[in-house]
């Protein structure tokens, strides 16, 4: 199995900043891409940012300049640092990573159970 276990998500006012971390255990052989998507109330999940393993990021344009993505491979260990936050970022934030387990020769995608982040104006 893998888990994903999410923390940092919290309240915080218009223009503040909060660290997301998501930490991945279990019989994990290798991990390929991690990332961050949201879901608003009323809208689809949405990536938010992303990093390969050879710490290649991507980002949504909403988040460009204020959300940085970080990854420490030895933990497997994903990271989401955003600043500047506004009422518009509210949502669920979840983790995901591509991995491949101890047991398999494929890559699966494999989901935290998200964080809440509130911005309030």
Request: aromatic fraction near 10%; charged fraction near 15%.
């Amino acid at each position: 199995q893998v888990q994903l276990v999410e923390s940092g998500g919290g309240l915080v006012q218009a223009g503040g900043s909060l660290r997301l971390s998501c930490a991945a255990s279990g019989s994990i052989f290798s991990i390929n891409a991690m990332g961050w998507y949201r879901q608003a109330p009323g809208k689809q999940r949405e990536l938010v940012a992303s990093i390969t393993t050879g710490s290649t990021t991507n980002y949504a344009d909403s988040v460009k300049g204020r959300f940085t993505i970080s990854r420490d491979n030895a933990k497997n260990t994903v990271y989401l640092q955003m600043n500047s936050l506004k009422p518009e970022d509210t949502a669920v934030y979840y983790c995901n990573i591509r991995a491949r387990r101890i047991s398999d020769s494929y890559f699966s995608d494999y989901w935290g159970r998200g964080t809440q982040v509130t911005v309030s104006s």
